[in-house]
C-alpha cells in the first residue's frame, strides 16, 4: 500500500512558474500509474496529467505545452513542473497511484496525497 505526501505548492503570479512534488512510501512506487488531479472551491476534481508506469504522458488540454510531469523512481517521486501560470489554475492539487484503469478518471485511483494549494494571482 503506497502513502504520497505533496509539497511544493505556493503563490505564484500570472506568467510565473511552481513545482510539485509527490514522494510515495510504502509500495513499490515504480510499478504504480501515476497522475496529478486539481480541485478548485465548488468544483469537481480534474485531471491535470498522468504517467503510466512506462513512461507515457498525457495532459489534460488546458495544460498541454504548459505543465511537465515526470518521475524519479530512485528517489520514489512524482514532479509536476507548471510554468505559465494563470488564475485559472489556482486549485488543491493532488497525487494519485493506481496499479490499473483509465488515467483520466478519478475512479481508477485508490491512493490519494492530501493535496497542496497552488494560488494564482492575476
Known amino acids: 500500500q503506497v502513502q504520497l505526501v505533496e509539497s511544493g505548492g505556493g503563490f505564484a503570479q500570472a506568467g510565473g512558474s511552481l513545482r510539485l512534488s509527490c514522494a510515495a512510501s510504502g509500495g513499490t512506487f515504480s510499478t504504480y500509474h501515476m497522475a496529478w488531479f486539481r480541485q478548485a472551491p465548488g468544483k469537481d476534481r480534474q485531471f491535470v496529467s498522468g504517467?503510466?508506469?512506462?513512461?507515457?504522458?498525457y495532459y489534460a488540454n488546458s495544460v498541454k505545452g504548459r505543465f511537465t510531469m515526470s518521475r524519479d523512481n530512485s528517489k520514489n517521486t512524482l514532479y509536476l513542473q507548471m510554468n505559465s501560470l494563470r488564475p485559472e489554475d489556482t486549485a488543491v492539487y493532488h497525487c494519485?497511484?493506481?496499479?490499473?484503469?483509465?488515467?483520466?478518471?478519478?475512479?481508477?485511483?485508490?491512493?490519494w496525497g492530501q493535496g497542496t494549494q497552488v494560488t494564482v494571482a492575476s
Open positions: 504517467m503510466t508506469s512506462g513512461g507515457a504522458t
Open positions: 494519485a497511484a493506481t496499479r490499473a484503469g483509465n488515467l483520466w478518471s478519478v475512479n481508477s485511483f485508490g491512493y
